[in-house]
T-cell receptor
Framework: EAQVTQNPRYLITVTGKKLTVTCSQN?????MSWYRQDPGLGLRQIYY???????DKGDVPEGYKVSRKEKRNFPLILESPSPNQTSLYFC??????????FGPGTRLTVT | KQEVTQIPAALSVPEGENLVLNCSFT??????LQWFRQDPGKGLTSLLL?????REQTSGRLNASLDKSSGRSTLYIAASQPGDSATYLC??????????FGPGTRLSVLP
């Protein structure tokens, strides 16, 4: 089954404690993205990757890092999380026709 | 910079009604437009993808149209059901730009 998986699904952490949210897709897609969704602000792109070792900033990259060492994986790294990064995070994988497939989301709370 | 809006922000209809959701975008040079459904606290489910060369796409009770010149897309839902209650999002992929999402329309279908 074609899918995008994210882990963990829920995470509560404290300010400054580094964390990684993993994302994996099994569709052999080259393009992958990370979004955050906040009430009143909608979905905003954090980072995207056009292929292995190729990443670029989206609209709200501050405070986040990504890496793309393998085509299937695209982890999101928060090296020093702050409360304003409390949000619902989505990973997406995009096929050749630019149709996006989304993961189930990760709800992050930073206290 | 591409901006996407959706009207109405919220809609409540009785079961069985046909309804139209609207999506507008400011830059007509788009690659494609995708409609999604999102249930509360859940991920995004792709409903329809319209490439820039297409005028409409249909899937079951759903029909999406695209008018690039006027910067508009509509999602038509026939014979609405309570299970259609969700937030509906449109996303635009522009040439040379990333995906931009609209704020969504929250639909409630009353039994």
């Amino acid at each position: 089954e074609a899918q995008v998986t994210q882990n963990p699904r829920y995470l509560i952490t404290v300010t400054g404690k580094k964390l990684t949210v993993t994302c994996s897709q099994n569709m052999n897609h080259e393009y992958m993205s990370w979004y955050r969704q906040d009430p009143g602000l909608g979905l905003r792109q954090i980072y995207y990757s056009m292929n292995v070792e190729v990443t670029d900033k989206g609209d709200v990259p501050e405070g986040y890092k990504v890496s793309r060492k393998e085509k299937r994986n695209f982890p999101l790294i928060l090296e020093s999380p702050s409360p304003n990064q409390t949000s619902l995070y989505f990973c997406a994988s995009t096929g050749g026709s630019y149709e996006q497939y989304f993961g189930p989301g990760t709800r992050l709370t930073v206290t | 910079k591409q901006e996407v809006t959706q009207i109405p922000a919220a809609l409540s209809v009785p079961e069985g009604e046909n309804l139209v959701l609207n999506c507008s975008f400011t830059d007509s040079a788009i690659y494609n437009l995708q409609w999604f459904r999102q249930d509360p606290g859940k991920g995004l489910t792709s409903l329809l993808l319209i490439q820039s060369s297409q005028r409409e796409q249909t899937s079951g009770r759903l029909n999406a149209s695209l008018d690039k010149s006027s910067g508009r897309s509509t999602l038509y839902i026939a014979a609405s059901q309570p299970g259609d209650s969700a937030t509906y999002l449109c996303a635009v992929r522009s040439y040379g730009q990333n995906f931009v999402f609209g704020p969504g329309t929250r639909l409630s279908v009353l039994p």
